[in-house]
């Protein structure tokens, strides 16, 4: 098992350009997760699909930011036009659900300058 | 809406001691699940352990124990006999519980976190 596998592991882009995040969960796992991580907000929760499907999206930021999925083992997160202020490590993490939490990928850091 | 609080911006133990680090909660609901995760500094987020609302006992994994006071709405993690590769950001995290065909599902709210500085 490979774990949940995130590209890129480091992005550094300007400000005004397209990012798009990508994530491949593990195998069999039915929930996806985007979360994103910040010195000052911490870790929090951006998207999460339950069989592809999005089922909360209400920490999305704004439009600029789209997540979607495909199939079951693949899903991207974009940010268009991206901004300073996304400068972040953006986590995918997958799960079946039960007692064992989430696998959480090694996330991509983000930096826009 | 669920509240992780973590109170301890960071906590210093020296090697071979154990040592606690807090966590408190607020929800509403019943059941839910409650989780460790350690943060090395390479970045990566690695599952610690687990302690459902209606489970009878303390969740224990190796070195890892939860002390659950579900009165107080606290999950405190134990960590015994502590190493110098303890030393890492420690995150609290809930998840209300909702049932469908025998898996549990949410998402997870996490606390701020703790950073652990383990001391030869």
């Known amino acids: 098992d490979a774990g949940v596998i995130q590209s890129p592991r480091h992005e550094v882009t300007e400000m005004g350009q397209e990012v798009t995040l990508r994530c491949k969960p593990i195998?069999?796992?039915?929930?996806l997760f985007w979360y994103r991580q910040t010195m000052m907000r911490g870790l929090e929760l951006l998207i999460y699909?339950?069989?592809?499907?999005?089922?909360?999206d209400s920490g999305m930021p704004e439009d600029r930011f789209s997540a979607k999925m495909p199939n079951a083992s693949f899903s991207t997160l974009k940010i268009q036009p991206s901004e300073p202020r996304d400068s972040a490590v953006y986590f995918c993490?997958?799960?079946?659900?039960?007692?064992?939490?989430?696998?959480f990928g090694s996330g991509t850091r983000l930096t826009v300058v | 809406a669920q509240k992780i609080t973590q109170t301890q911006p960071g906590m210093f133990v020296q090697e071979k001691e154990a040592v606690t680090l807090d966590c408190t909660y607020d929800?509403?609901?019943?059941?839910?699940?409650l989780f460790w995760y350690k943060q090395p500094s390479s970045g990566e987020m690695i599952f610690l352990i687990y302690?459902?609302?209606?489970?009878?006992q303390n969740a224990t994994e190796g070195r890892y124990s939860l002390n659950f006071q579900k009165a107080r709405k606290s999950a405190n993690l134990v960590i015994s006999a502590s190493q110098l590769g303890d030393s890492a950001m420690y995150f609290c995290?809930?998840?209300?519980?909702?049932?469908?065909?025998?898996?549990?599902?949410?998402?997870?709210?996490f606390g701020q976190g703790t950073i652990l500085t383990v001391h030869p």
């Open positions: 195998s069999g796992h039915d929930y």
């Open positions: 993490a997958s799960s079946h659900g039960g007692r064992y939490g989430y696998t």
């Open positions: 699909f339950n069989n592809n499907v999005p089922i909360d």
């Open positions: 302690q459902g609302s209606y489970d009878e």
């Open positions: 995290a809930m998840r209300v519980e909702r049932h469908a065909g025998g898996t549990s599902y949410g998402k997870l709210t």
């Open positions: 929800t509403s609901d019943q059941s839910y699940g």
